[in-house]
């Protein structure tokens, strides 16, 4: 059985500000940080 990942706030932080700052699309961004792509539109 998988176990579901925890992040830490201050990587949250990181992804999130890089998905508004829009240099990069999401695609990139989810594969760049290894995150689903719907948890980077949350």
């Known amino acids: 059985m998988l176990k579901r990942k925890n992040h830490s706030p201050a ?21 760049e940080f290894g995150v689903h792509q719907t948890q980077i539109h949350r």
């Open 11 to 31: 990587f949250k932080a990181k992804v999130a500000l890089a998905a508004i700052s829009g240099d990069k699309t999401i695609a990139e961004l989810s594969s």
